[in-house]
C-alpha cells in the first residue's frame, strides 16, 4: 500500500509547495502536542519510509544539488526548514493544510493521476496529524545552507562583466594616427592591430550614400542624388547628407520600425478571433515621433512604461503607454488568473530583453538556470506591473472601460460640434419620455437609487409589462447606450489605447508556485533584480490616486545613468542596426548565456558617450556614421579571413540584406509609386491573394479594402495582423510579433525568389515601371540604362547596358513577346537583381 507520503512527494514535485511549518507546534488530533520522542517511530519506519524511499528520496532525498522545490524529506530539520515556497501544513487547523486539501481534490488535486483511495488518504492524514515523525536513526542530513545547482546572488557573480558601472575607457593608442576620425576607430584599429591586420580601404561614394541612405531612412537614393554626391568636390558633403537624412521625417519611420520589432509591435490580439486593437496606430505613430525628434532615450523609456504616472501627463505620455496593450490577448480564457499572469509575464520579458538585456522571464517558475536571478527576484519585478488591468475581459465594452481613454487632441470644428449636440439632443428626448413615464410610479427608495446611472436600466425594465412595452423598453436601453458613447466622445477629444491600474492600492504579489499562477507561495515586495546592486525602489502614487506609482519607480531605475544595463543595451543596438550585428551578438541577453562583447571597451566608451550627449539617439548616428569603421568597403581580404573569418575585429563593412519593408518600399520608390506624403494615421490594408486569405478560419475577416492611393504608403503603416502576414514581409524575414525580436532572421531560400518573381504585387509594379521608363526614353537602350539606374542606383556599365538590350531582343525573337511585355519583364528580372536586395 502506498503511504500517504508518496502524495507529499507528488505535491511537492508538482507545485512546489515546500515549506513545512515548525513541526514542534503541530499538534496530535487530540489537541496535546506530539513529542519529539521515539513513541511514533515504527509508524515512520514501516509505512512511510519504504514510500519515499520508492517514490520521493529521488526528487527530495539527499542530494543538495538535486533538490526539487528546494524540498528534503530526509530529517524533521529539514522537512522544519523547508523548501522554496508556500507553507504545506497547517499547524494550527491541521483540516486546512494545503498538502491534506490536495489529496482530498479540495481546491488542488494530488496526485495528478488520480485519486488516492481512501485508506492512503487516511495514512497521510495519520501521518500529519502525528507531527509527521522521522526517527533520529533514520534521518539522513542535508546542509542547512540552502543549496543549488543555479547561479546564486552573491560578491562573484555580481562581478559580471555587463553588472558592472558604466565607465569610460581611455582611448587606445594606434598603428596609424591617421586612420581614426573619432574613438569608435582608435577601439577598432588597436583591435586589428592586435592580430596584425589592417582595415579594409574606404567604400566608393556611391556605395556610401547607399549605405546610409538606407541605414537612415530605410530607402534608396534616386540616381541624381547619387550623381550629385559622387560628382561633388565638398569637402563637408559627407556630413551634409548625413544630417539631411537625420532631419527627414522618413528617418523616424526607419528607426521606429526598429524599436517596433522589439516591443512585438502588432494590430490584433491573435487567439481564434484576432481582432483589431483599436487605435494602437497613435503607438506607432507616437514611436515615429519620438525618433524624428531625437527624444531623449531616457525620457522615452519613462513615458512608456508610465507615462500616465507623470505629473499632468500630456497626450503623448498616455499614448506612450499604448506598450503595455501590444500583446496577444485571449478574450475566452480556460483559466482566467493563468492567463492574467502570462499576459504579465510577456510584458515583463519584453520590457527586461528589451531595456536590460536579461531573460529575468527565464526565473518564472525556478531560479534562472543560467543566470543569477532567483524566482523571488522575477515575481519581485512582476509586481511592479501586477496592480495592470486587463487588456479586457471577453467583451468589447471591457476593452473600452480598461484601455481606452478619451483625451482631448484637437480643434473643435462648429459643424461637428452642432451635428454633436444634435445627436445628444435627440437621443436625451428619448430617454426623458421613458423615464417621466416611469418616474410617477416610483416609490421614495426608487428616487433614491434612480440618483444613480447604474441603477436606472433595472428600474425601467421592471416595469416593463405594467407601464412599458417590450419595444419601449427596448429603445430605452438603445438611447441610453448612444447617450454613453456620444458623452465619452464630444468633439475635440481623440481617443486612445493605454494602460489603466485598478486603483492606487495594490494587493498583495506571491511568488507563484511552480508558475501556476493558482497557487501562490510566500509573498514578495517591489524590488529591482538584485545581482545589479540596485537602490531601494521609491513608490510615490501619483496625486491623480488612479494608479499606484510601481512603474514610476520601475521606469525611473531601469532609465538610470547609474543602471550598468540601460545604456550599453541601447548602443549595442544602434551598432546593430548599423554595422549588421552589435558589440555583443545576442543583443537581447547580456547575461552569463550571452556573447562575450568583441569589443568591451568600445562598448562601455559608446554607452558614456550615450549618456552624456543626453541619451540622444541622432548623436550616435552621428558618431558611428563619421567613424572609418563605418566608412570601410566590404573587399575581402584572404590574408585577413584566415585570421579573423567571421569579422569580429571589424577589418572590412559586412555585406548586408534590405529588410522586407525595404524591399517593398524600395520596390514602389523605383518605379515612382511610393507615397512618401502620407505619414501617421490610421493603417492601411495591401491586397492579400485569395490563396492567403483563405487559410483563415473565416477567410478575409478583418482584412479592409484600401485605395490605390493608401496601398502604396509606406510598409510601416501596413495594418499588422497576427494570424494574416503579408507575404513579401513574411518571405523576406519580417519581424516576428508574438515576441520580443531583437534579430531578424537573414534567409536566402526559394519562397523569396518564387515570390518576387510570380506573385501579384511585383509583377504588377514590373509593368507600372516598364510604363515609367518608356516615358523617360523612347529607344530600349535608354530605357535598359533608366531600369537598371533606378534599381542598382548607379550609372550601369557598358556591358549591363549590353546585356539588358540583348535580353530584351531575345524576349521579342524567341519568345514572340511584344516589345512592351519584353520590357516588362526585363523590369521584373531587374527587380530579383542580388544588387537591389543586398547593400555593400
Partial sequence: MRSASVVACFFVTHFGLAQI????NVQAAGGEAVSDAGEHDGFYSTKVKPILAEHCFECHGDDPEDLSGGLALTSREAIRRGGDSGTAINGDKLDESILLKAVNYDTYEMPPEGKLASDQIAVLTKWVELGVPIPVSEEIGIS????????????KTKRWWSFQPVRRPNLPSVSDDRWPQNGIDAFVLSGLDSVGLNPAPPASKAQLLRRISYDLTGLPPTPEKIEAFVQSDDPDAYRKVVEELLQSPHYGEKWGRHWLDLVRYAE?????????????????????????????????????LAGDELPNPSVDNLIATGYYRLGSWDDEPADSVQAKFDELDDILGVTCKTILGLTVDCARCHDHKIDPIPQADYYSMLSFFENIRRYGVRSGESVEDASIRSVPGGEIDEEESRLYQEKLAKVQRQIDTIESIVQADFVPVEHEEYTHPTNRLRLVKQRVGTLLSQKQFDQYKRATKAATQLQARPPGEIRILSVKEAGSTAEPSFIRVRGNANIPGKEVQPSFVSV?????????????????GRRMALARWMASTDNPLTARVMVNRLWQYHLGRGIVRSSSDFGFQGDSPTHPELLDWLAAEFVSSGWSMKAMHRLILHSSTYQMSGQYNQAAYDVDPANDRLWRFDLKRLTAEEIRDSILAVNHQLNLEKMFGPSFFPIQPKEVLAGQSQPGKGWGDSSAEERRRRSVYIHVKRSLPVPILSTNDSADTDNTCAVRFITTQPTQALGMMNSEFTNEQAWLLADSVIEESAELEGQVVEVLSRVMQREPSPKEIENGVKFVEELQAEDSMSSLQALRTFCLLALNLNEFVYIE
Fill in 21 to 24: 511549518v515548525a513541526l514542534p
Fill in 144 to 155: 542547512a545552507e540552502h543549496h543549488s545547482s543555479v547561479p546564486q546572488v552573491n560578491e
Fill in 268 to 304: 490584433t490580439n491573435s487567439f481564434e478571433r484576432d481582432d483589431a486593437k483599436p487605435f494602437v496606430w497613435r503607438y506607432r505613430d507616437y514611436v515615429i515621433r519620438s525618433f524624428n525628434e531625437d527624444k531623449p532615450y531616457d525620457q522615452f523609456l519613462i513615458e512608456q
Fill in 532 to 548: 545589479l546592486s540596485p537602490p531601494d525602489q521609491e513608490i510615490t502614487v501619483p496625486e491623480h490616486g488612479e494608479s499606484t
